[in-house]
């Protein structure tokens, strides 16, 4: 079963998100800031990371560039409610497979899940 750690300092939006994923067939779980995300994606090895970009403390991009360092196949999917192309460019750049922005289109969010997926487990 494919892991999905969902990071988000919005406790609602996490629930939301593990809830979806759990319908959809995944091992989902959350964690509300930077450093607790860090520690599960070292405890559990996740495939995929769903990480909000604004966050108190460690920021997403922060947050983004410890993953890739310390565990570089980690998908991960930066979600947003703030449109800034040029911070989803960054993002992009630093490793990010996709970034995606709030309200989440669970239909889009599910096919990109799909795909990286496929590409994870293909290797």
Same mark, same amino acid.
Not at 9 to 18: G, N, P
Not at 58 to 68: F, H, N, Q, R, V
């Given at each position: ?56 403390? %460690?920021?997403?991009?922060? #947050?983004? @560039? =410890?993953?890739?360092?310390? !565990?570089?196949?980690? &998908?991960?999917? %930066?979600?947003?409610?703030? #449109?800034? @192309? =040029?911070?989803?460019?960054? !993002?992009?750049?630093? &490793? ?28």
């Amino acid at each position: 079963m494919e892991k999905i750690l969902v990071v988000d300092d919005e406790i609602e939006v996490c629930r939301s998100l593990e809830e979806f994923l759990a319908i959809k067939g995944y091992r989902a779980f959350s964690a509300q800031n930077g450093q607790e995300a860090l520690n599960l994606v070292q405890a559990e090895n996740p495939h995929i990371v769903l990480l909000d970009i604004i966050m108190p403390g %460690m920021s997403g991009i922060e #947050t983004l @560039e =410890a993953i890739k360092k310390n !565990a570089p196949a980690t &998908g991960v999917v %930066m979600i947003t409610a703030v #449109t800034d @192309e =040029a911070l989803g460019n960054q !993002a992009l750049q630093l &490793g990010a497979d996709d970034f995606i922005t709030k309200p989440v289109d669970l239909d889009y969010l599910e096919t990109v899940l799909m795909v990286k997926i496929v590409d994870i487990l293909g290797r």
